[in-house]
Nanobody
Framework: QVQLVESGGGSVQTGGSLRLSCVAS?????????MAWFRQAPGKEREAVAF???????TYADSVKGRFTISRDMPKNTIYLEMSSLKPEDTAMYYC???????????????????WGQGTQVTVSS
């Protein structure tokens, strides 16, 4: 099992930027796992925002392409989500997740992950 702790959320105005962090612990191999950021807004279903493979390749939801960047620091066993040009519709609880595999092919289709963090709130005001 991997423990995931997110940080970096907050309140910003439209057009602003935030960087979310997610530190993984509890399993040395987790630095090679597929990891992802999901978000859930009140009254809406959880949606995948971005995935990063164990090899460092990122993929994004269409709604955030060009605005968000996912990255990982393997020595620190941490992933990041750089968010820019934020919009009110980006307001949500953001969750970090991991799965015990290096590729993200399956999870990017079905959203199934093994471990989840507690989430960090992002609020974008107009």
């Amino acid at each position: 099992q991997v423990q995931l702790v997110e940080s970096g959320g907050g309140s910003v105005q439209t057009g602003g930027s935030l960087r979310l962090s997610c530190v993984a612990s509890g399993n040395t191999y987790s630095r090679l796992y597929c990891m992802a950021w999901f978000r859930q807004a009140p009254g809406k279903e959880r949606e995948a925002v971005a995935f990063i493979t164990g090899y460092g390749a990122g993929t994004y939801a269409d709604s955030v392409k060009g605005r968000f960047t996912i990255s990982r620091d393997m020595p620190k066993n941490t992933i990041y989500l750089e968010m820019s040009s934020l919009k009110p519709e980006d307001t949500a609880m953001y969750y970090c997740a991991s799965i015990a595999r290096a590729d993200c092919d399956g999870p990017s289709q079905d959203g199934r992950m093994d471990d989840w963090g507690q989430g960090t709130q992002v609020t974008v005001s107009s």
